[in-house]
């Protein structure tokens, strides 16, 4: 079984910088794309960053240029580094996993908040 372990979350001041942390465990697959999403209260969860097993990067929009996201399959562990962070910034932050190729399984982690004060 996979699990998913996030770490990182607080509450920082508008203009702040903060960095998130997911570590996987159990059967990683060479084969797989890790990603981070948010959900804000009252709103869906929409897809924040993805990173492909050959590390290439994507972004939602409105973070371009403020996030990065990077892992080290080495630890199975996947980052988000979020700058310049807005209130409208703020959500329970989720790491995911698509484990394999098609069809793959897909993982959640429980979960991390994040605050941004204004």
């Known amino acids: 079984q996979v699990q998913l372990v996030e770490s990182g979350g607080a509450l920082v001041p508008a203009g702040g910088s903060l960095s998130l942390s997911c570590a996987a465990s159990?059967?990683?697959?060479?084969?797989?794309?890790m990603a981070w999403y948010r959900q804000a209260p009252g709103k869906q969860r929409e897809l924040v960053a993805t990173?492909?097993?050959?590390?290439?990067?994507g972004y939602k929009n409105s973070v371009k240029g403020r996030f990065t996201i990077s892992r080290d399959n080495a630890k199975n562990t996947v980052y988000l580094q979020m700058n310049s962070l807005k209130p409208e910034d703020t959500a329970v932050y989720y790491c995911?996993?698509?484990?394999?190729?098609?069809?793959?399984?897909?993982?959640w982690g429980q979960g991390t908040q994040v605050t941004v004060s204004s």
């Open positions: 990173i492909t097993n050959i590390g290439y990067p």
């Open positions: 995911n996993l698509r484990n394999g190729g098609e069809p793959y399984d897909e993982y």
């Open positions: 159990g059967t990683i697959f060479s084969i797989n794309t």
